[in-house]
């Protein structure tokens, strides 16, 4: 059984920064694609930022420049280095893995999220 718990978050002030983690209890094998979601209070959830398999990385047009979305390891696959933050990045992050099953199906996993909030 996997679980994905997000860590990093917290309280910043207008342009600094915060590296999130995404800690994995359980191996995920055969990942397709790793991203980043984030969710302001009352609005929808959002895609940051996508890697995939071949190294591939995507960006929502607000934080190109800024977030840097990265491959970690088995325990931590995934990071989210977030630079020059703004006020508008505050929100709940959310990690979410697409991997693939040993029958040939897809499986996705989702964190419980971490808060970030930016101070301006």
């Known amino acids: 059984q996997v679980q994905l718990v997000e860590s990093g978050g917290g309280l910043v002030q207008s342009g600094g920064s915060l590296r999130l983690s995404c800690n994995s209890a359980g191996s995920v094998l055969s990942i397709k694609a790793m991203s980043w979601y984030r969710q302001a209070p009352g609005e929808q959830r959002e895609l940051v930022a996508t890697?995939?398999?071949?190294?591939?990385?995507n960006y929502t047009d607000s934080v190109k420049g800024r977030f840097t979305i990265s491959r970690g390891n088995v325990n931590k696959p995934v990071y989210l280095q977030m630079n020059s933050l703004k006020p508008e990045d505050t929100a709940t992050y959310f990690c979410?893995?697409?991997?693939?099953?040993?029958?040939?199906?897809?499986?996705?996993?989702w964190g419980q999220g971490t808060r970030v909030t930016v101070s301006s």
């Open positions: 979410y893995i697409l991997a693939n099953t040993v029958v040939g199906g897809k499986v996705s996993y």
């Open positions: 890697l995939d398999n071949d190294g591939n990385a």
